[in-house]
């Protein structure tokens, strides 16, 4: 898990227009990011309020959308021989 959510660069922007801009370490090191602090994102049927959301302006090679901090899980089982993963979220 990340230490906060990380959004990847991608064309659309969702988040509210209250960032605030800096230097910070992310998945990819240290690069340009904006912060958008004390958000709510919805996992399924759970709504996890007052995160920290950085993007980074910087684009990177990956497959998924994001990072998600581990402890905004209340629990995760990961199968490696089946190949899956089950979050559970804290509400």
Not at 15 to 31: F, V
Not at 48 to 76: E, N, Y
Request: proline share 5%; hydrophobic share 40%; glycine share 10%.
């Amino acid at each position: 898990g990340a230490r906060m959510v990380e959004l990847f660069t991608s064309g659309q922007n969702l988040l509210p227009l209250r960032p605030s801009a800096g230097l910070i370490q992310t998945s990819d090191g240290t690069n340009e990011t904006t912060v958008y602090p004390q958000i709510e994102i919805k996992i399924g049927v759970a709504t996890i309020q007052g995160l920290d959301v950085v993007q980074s302006r910087r684009s990177l090679a990956f497959d998924a959308a994001g990072l998600l901090p581990a402890v905004i899980f209340h629990s995760i089982y990961i199968s490696h021989s089946g190949g899956y993963v089950v979050l559970n979220p804290i509400e």
